[in-house]
């Protein structure tokens, strides 16, 4: 909030607080008085009404004692002569005698103009005493002597007259408020002009003072003892602030005296910093060079580890195919002879011909598996090198990287499993997903399954909203709480001299949000297993 809006001139703060004080004790005295004049005009209207009604019912007790036959009529002649007074409207007589039915027996109206009002006998209980209504009042009385009970009186005052004079209060409450008003006005613009004169004298000082800057002046004396304690209070903070302004001015000059001398030590020390500066600078760019000569050793490393698990899987059916055509060789050479020395037998040709079916069947056997290993190999290894966005089998993708990595996890018994649909084909980089999860798989044989024989790996691929959510889980050692926080900075390892190069989980962060634009994260409980969660964006084109 602005702090202007809570800004208020002195006069407008003394009249508000003036003429508030004034108009809340005002009304609470209005209100008190209003109350008690309404309770003793209400109260006064009540006795009035009941006196007449009294007096009124006593009239009648003979005339419902002989019941004449114009006895209704005489009453309410003698009624009309005893009412003297405006605020009666109706009267009604009801007459009761020896357990008959209560009966209307006369009534006398205030005016001729006054309508006709229906009997109240159904009413007498509900109207035992004062009931208001918007104009009037009214209430039934017994009509009795010697407690014997002879009918009922009912009586209705107008409340015209009492509602005037509550209406005449209120007028001359608000004129006597309004005067009232105007009187504390006049005193409170009295009291500001009295406190104005002082107060703005003492102001434009302190503005010259402030101008000029000349705290050695003093305000003058005042008249007004609050504001006298004001002047005196402001020349004590003008004496203090001339001795702090000499001392801060001599605190300044050995400031500036430091300072100059800081200054030159400062140069002395930015010319060293920056030599220091462009050395670290070079050794940097050296380091970053090295770095990336690292990363794409690393690189190598997995490509060699795939090399040595092809030969070693191309080397055993190639191995069977060579011993199946050397046993076909010596067969061959045997029917040769046989047929050149003329002793060839059918049974002879017969065998070397079904030997010679098996063998070829071998040699093709294996020949073609060292076909589809070299060819995965290839595709592995043309996939490597290849960044650009192509349409591949996800289900193929893993399948090769397993064949390719088959020896190595044979040798360690590592059991992988894979879940993707096989059907599911997507447009994006297949080199860089393929190095993540070799690199993926090689850091589990060498740190989550060390000093261990056997573990297991499940790799899980799924398409959603436009992203292929690449879920990586091993049930090895897991990751060391002190390292977790760097897992994928370059150099992180616990095999530093013993053939870790810290650069494994490095190369597959930096594939996945530089190559493939993706995020890597991980869990990992000591002794539960690792688990990766990678999210590629990509293009489904089926199988989603």
Not at 39 to 57: G, P, V
Not at 519 to 528: C, K, L, N, V, Y
Request: charged share 20%; net charge positive.
């Amino acid at each position: 909030m602005n702090s202007k809006n809570k800004i208020t001139s002195s006069r407008r703060l003394l009249l508000i607080s003036i003429l508030s004080a004034t108009s809340v004790v005002f009304f609470l005295v209005l209100f008190a008085n209003l109350q008690l004049t309404f309770k003793r005009e209400k109260s006064q209207l009540e006795q009035n009404t009941m006196i007449w009604a009294k007096t009124l019912a006593k009239v009648s007790v003979p005339y419902l004692e002989q019941f004449k036959p114009n006895g209704p009529k005489i009453l309410k002649e003698q009624i009309k002569q005893l009412i003297n007074t405006p605020f009666i409207n109706y009267i009604h007589i009801y007459a009761y005698k020896d357990n008959q039915p209560i009966h209307f027996y006369t009534g006398v109206n205030k005016s001729k103009y006054y309508p006709t009002i229906p009997n109240k006998i159904d009413h007498i209980a509900q109207l035992s005493t004062f009931r208001y209504h918007k104009n009037y009042l009214e209430i039934i009385i017994k009509i009795e002597k010697e407690e014997k009970l002879y009918g009922y009186l009912y009586i209705q005052s107008s409340l015209q007259e009492f509602s005037n004079y509550i209406d005449k209060t209120i007028y001359n409450a608000l004129l006597l408020f309004l005067l009232v008003i105007i009187a504390f006005t006049f005193l409170a613009l009295s009291i500001h002009k009295r406190f104005k004169q002082p107060i703005a004298k003492i102001t434009g000082s302190i503005l010259q003072i402030s101008q000029s800057k000349d705290f050695s002046r003093r305000l003058a004396e005042c008249s007004i003892i609050e504001l006298d304690i004001l002047t005196r209070n402001i020349n004590i903070l003008l004496n203090r602030s001339e001795q702090s302004m000499a001392i801060q001015e001599t605190i300044y000059q050995q400031a500036l005296s430091k300072n100059d001398r800081l200054t030159d030590k400062v140069n002395a020390r930015t010319d060293a910093l920056k030599e220091s500066n462009q050395e670290l600078l070079s050794t940097l760019e050296k380091l970053h060079q090295f770095q990336g000569q690292l990363v794409e050793n690393e690189k190598m490393a997995s490509l060699g580890d795939m090399v040595a698990g092809i030969a070693h899987e191309v080397n055993t059916p190639i191995g069977l195919g060579v011993t199946a055509s050397s046993i076909m060789t010596d067969n061959l050479n045997e029917i040769k002879e046989a047929f050149e020395n003329k002793t060839l037998k059918s049974s002879q040709l017969r065998k070397f011909l079904i030997h010679g079916q098996e063998n070829l069947g071998i040699i093709y056997r294996n020949l073609e598996r060292a076909a589809k290993l070299i060819t995965s190999f290839k595709k592995v290894a043309v996939d490597q090198s290849n960044v650009e966005q192509q349409q591949f089998n996800v289900k193929n993708l893993l399948d090769e990287v397993i064949l390719t990595l088959k020896a190595k996890i044979n040798e360690e018994q590592v059991k992988v499993t894979l879940e993707c649909n096989e059907k599911l084909i997507v447009e994006s980089k297949p080199g860089p997903i393929n190095q993540i999860l070799i690199n993926l798989i090689l850091n589990s044989i060498l740190h989550g399954f060390e000093h261990r024989v056997g573990g297991n790996i499940n790799i899980s691929i799924m398409y959603l909203s436009e992203q292929l959510l690449i879920t990586y889980k091993d049930d090895g050692i897991g990751i060391n709480e002190n390292i977790k926080a760097k897992i994928f900075e370059p150099f992180t390892t616990t095999k530093r001299g013993s053939g870790g190069s810290g650069l494994g989980l490095h190369l597959v962060y930096n594939l996945v949000n530089q190559a493939l634009n993706g995020h890597i994260d991980f869990e990992s409980t000591i002794g539960h297993g690792t688990k990766f969660e990678i999210t590629v964006p990509v293009k489904a084109i089926s199988g989603q």
